[in-house]
Structure formats: structure tokens, C-alpha cells
């Protein structure tokens, strides 16, 4: 999905308050930028092919062996490997990100008979959880699942992990430094997978995929635990309550700290272009999701105050239109 997504401000100049993309916005990168501006011989040199010291890392955090862990520019690349390795019929629910659908139908089914399950969890753009029990019961229903795991600090319900995939045999964990440690420019994800599902992924790597910088950030990052995102979940409940309260906009349950929402009447385009240009808010137009409206949008909690200004600029809106 090249266009339509979330934290496209490069559209809108001047944009103050961003809940259009669902990371945590109030994360320093002082840190981190300090240690890569202390490192500028990575820039001279190639990196690794491969960026085998950061799964080696990764794979020490989970107690898992290397073998199953594949460092990816970004979660987005891990998708179109998974695509490509394993061309099976796909089974996607909706409404859902859209990259899971796009990199399917980027490479042939070429085995008719068994079945692949794609899903977000907590999925986007609806912030819902699939639980561990029913987690478990889709292992045993398809042929192979892929999970897509990046939002899994944006919840407190409990997810699948490492080593339990790796048990199952047949799922494959999708995982983002974007979302954890708030970095989206930087294009860091892995895979963890079982073995040999790895290694069938594996060689579909381009090399030099990952850059110098991105994997020693990533070294960085994974030593530094106060690095990770702090969402403020019951900030987020309350800004769901809020969000309810007003005339004709509805929001759906949610289980992280974005939530799905529709106004009656109005369209979503309408509403990000009078808030990005009137009040310097973006929000993400959702209509794009497949099965979803031109009245959804979607937002992503941040502090109190911005909520607070959130919610009195969309008030203001209905007001104007009802005029």
C-alpha cells in the first residue's frame, strides 16, 4: 500500500498532533541517536549480508536457537518473504492491513490444497485480539498461520510466543522494532519461525537488505529495555469513552491503544482534511481497509491533552456540518 496509509503528514505541512499512525509518540531517541552518531564507520563499509549478529541477539532474548530468527527491513519485507516462500491458498480475515493481501496476490498459488491463515494480532486497524485458546485452535486448523505480531506492546492480552510457535511447527511469528521502540524510519523487523520454515524463508533474503545502521540500532535497542514504547492504556480507554460520546460517531471495542471508528453522515477524507488543515490534527482515513466505509477512521491515543483537543475539534466539526 503505497498510498492511504497512516502518518502521511508530508501532506499536510504543519501537522502538531499525529493520531493517525498507531505508535507511541512520546518515546526519546536521544539514546540511540547519540550511540549511532558515535559509529559513523558503518556508513564506510557494507554490513553484514545477512544480519546474523542481531538474530543471534534476538534469538538469546527468547532462549531460541538463531536458526529461527530472520532479521527483515521492517515488518512490511518479512510479509513479501513469507508471500513468496509459501505460496498456499490464503485466508485472510478483513478488515485488516492491507500488505498481507497485496504480497499474496504479488506471487501464484502454487499449491491449491493447503491452507495459509494471515492475521494481526492485536489486528489493525481494529486494535482486537485473537486469545491464546483460540490462538492454538487456528494452529491445529490450517495447514500453516502467519502472525503478525508488531503492535504487541500496544496490549496487555496475551499473545503468542517464540518458543511456542516454534513448537507448533507451523506458524510463523512476524515481529517490528518499528512498534516497539517507535523507530518507523529506521526498517527493522524478524521473523521467528520454526527451523525449517526459516530456512525455506532464508533464501529468499536480498542481501545487504538490512543496513549497518538499522542492525547496530537494533543491538542497541535490544540492551536497552527502557527504550521499549510506554503506551497509557487506561489514557486510551478514556479517549475511547470520549470518542463514544459524541453524536453520531461509534467506536468499536478494542483491546490496544487505537480503535476503529465511523461517523454518520460525514466522510472520513472530509473530517482528516478539515482537522489536518483547521486544527493541525491527522487522523488515518480507514476506508481503504477492505469491508470498511468512507465514514471509518481510525486514531491512535496519545497524551490527555491532545485527546482532549481530539475530541473538541471532531466536536466542532459535527457541529459546523449541522449548521
Same mark, same amino acid.
Given at each position: 500500500?503505497?498510498?492511504?496509509?497512516?502518518?502521511?503528514?508530508?501532506?499536510?505541512?504543519?501537522?502538531?498532533?499525529?493520531?493517525?499512525?498507531?505508535?507511541?509518540?512520546?518515546?526519546?531517541?536521544?539514546?540511540?541517536?547519540?550511540?549511532?552518531?558515535?559509529?559513523?564507520? #558503518? #556508513?564506510?563499509?557494507?554490513?553484514?549480508?545477512?544480519?546474523?549478529?542481531?538474530?543471534?541477539?534476538?534469538?538469546?532474548?527468547?532462549?531460541?536457537?538463531?536458526?529461527?530468527?530472520?532479521?527483515?527491513?521492517? +515488518?512490511?519485507?518479512?510479509?513479501?518473504?513469507?508471500?513468496?516462500?509459501?505460496?498456499?491458498?490464503?485466508?485472510?480475515?478483513?478488515?485488516?492491513?492491507?500488505?498481507?493481501?497485496?504480497?499474496?496476490?504479488?506471487? @501464484?498459488?502454487?499449491?491449491?490444497?493447503? @491452507?495459509?491463515?494471515?492475521?494481526?494480532?492485536?489486528?489493525?486497524?481494529?486494535?482486537?485480539?485473537?486469545?491464546?485458546?483460540?490462538?492454538?485452535?487456528?494452529?491445529?486448523?490450517?495447514?500453516?498461520?502467519?502472525?503478525?505480531?508488531?503492535?504487541?506492546?500496544?496490549?496487555?492480552?496475551?499473545?503468542?510466543?517464540?518458543?511456542? +510457535?516454534?513448537?507448533?511447527?507451523?506458524?510463523? #511469528?512476524?515481529?517490528?522494532?518499528?512498534?516497539?521502540?517507535?523507530?518507523?524510519?529506521?526498517?527493522?523487523?524478524?521473523?521467528?519461525?520454526?527451523?525449517?520454515?526459516?530456512?525455506?524463508?532464508?533464501?529468499?533474503?536480498?542481501?545487504?537488505?538490512?543496513?549497518?545502521?538499522?542492525?547496530?540500532?537494533?543491538?542497541?535497542?535490544?540492551?536497552? &529495555?527502557? #527504550?521499549?514504547?510506554?503506551?497509557?492504556?487506561?489514557? *486510551?480507554?478514556?479517549?475511547?469513552?470520549?470518542?463514544?460520546?459524541?453524536?453520531?460517531?461509534?467506536?468499536?471495542?478494542?483491546?490496544?491503544?487505537?480503535?476503529?471508528?465511523?461517523?454518520?453522515?460525514?466522510? +472520513?477524507?472530509?473530517?482528516?482534511?478539515?482537522?489536518?488543515?483547521?486544527?493541525?490534527?491527522?487522523?488515518?482515513? +480507514?476506508?481503504?481497509?477492505?469491508?470498511?466505509?468512507?465514514?471509518?477512521?481510525?486514531?491512535?491515543?496519545?497524551?490527555?491533552?491532545?485527546? &482532549?483537543?481530539?475530541? *473538541?475539534?471532531? @466536536?466542532?466539526?459535527?457541529?459546523?456540518?449541522?449548521?
Amino acid at each position: 500500500m503505497i498510498e492511504g496509509h497512516g502518518d502521511d503528514a508530508y501532506r499536510y505541512p504543519g501537522i502538531r498532533s499525529d493520531f493517525s499512525s498507531n505508535i507511541c509518540s512520546t518515546t526519546s531517541h536521544r539514546t540511540l541517536m547519540a550511540h549511532l552518531a558515535a559509529h559513523p564507520d #558503518l #556508513l564506510a563499509h557494507y554490513p553484514e549480508p545477512e544480519a546474523w549478529s542481531l538474530e543471534r541477539l534476538i534469538a538469546e532474548h527468547y532462549d531460541i536457537d538463531p536458526a529461527s530468527v530472520i532479521v527483515t527491513n521492517g +515488518a512490511t519485507e518479512a510479509i513479501y518473504l513469507i508471500a513468496q516462500t509459501f505460496r498456499l491458498m490464503r485466508h485472510i480475515g478483513i478488515p485488516t492491513f492491507q500488505e498481507y493481501d497485496d504480497a499474496c496476490q504479488m506471487f @501464484k498459488v502454487t499449491d491449491d490444497d493447503r @491452507k495459509m491463515l494471515w492475521f494481526c494480532n492485536p489486528n489493525n486497524p481494529t486494535g482486537r485480539v485473537v486469545d491464546s485458546m483460540r490462538q492454538k485452535r487456528i494452529a491445529k486448523e490450517y495447514d500453516m498461520v502467519v502472525i503478525d505480531q508488531s503492535y504487541e506492546r500496544y496490549t496487555r492480552q496475551g499473545l503468542m510466543a517464540p518458543r511456542t +510457535a516454534i513448537r507448533h511447527g507451523n506458524v510463523v #511469528l512476524i515481529y517490528s522494532f518499528t512498534k516497539t521502540y517507535c523507530v518507523p524510519g529506521l526498517r527493522l523487523g524478524y521473523i521467528v519461525a520454526q527451523q525449517n520454515l526459516a530456512a525455506a524463508i532464508r533464501q529468499y533474503l536480498r542481501p545487504w537488505s538490512v543496513s549497518a545502521l538499522a542492525i547496530e540500532a537494533g543491538k542497541f535497542l535490544l540492551q536497552h &529495555d527502557e #527504550l521499549i514504547c510506554q503506551p497509557d492504556f487506561s489514557e *486510551a480507554r478514556r479517549l475511547h469513552e470520549l470518542l463514544s460520546r459524541l453524536p453520531g460517531v461509534s467506536v468499536e471495542p478494542t483491546h490496544a491503544t487505537f480503535m476503529l471508528a465511523r461517523i454518520e453522515g460525514y466522510t +472520513a477524507a472530509d473530517l482528516k482534511d478539515y482537522l489536518a488543515h483547521e486544527h493541525k490534527m491527522l487522523i488515518r482515513d +480507514a476506508s481503504n481497509f477492505r469491508g470498511l466505509t468512507p465514514q471509518h477512521f481510525r486514531v491512535a491515543s496519545q497524551t490527555p491533552a491532545e485527546n &482532549d483537543a481530539l475530541v *473538541a475539534a471532531i @466536536k466542532e466539526y459535527i457541529e459546523h456540518r449541522t449548521q
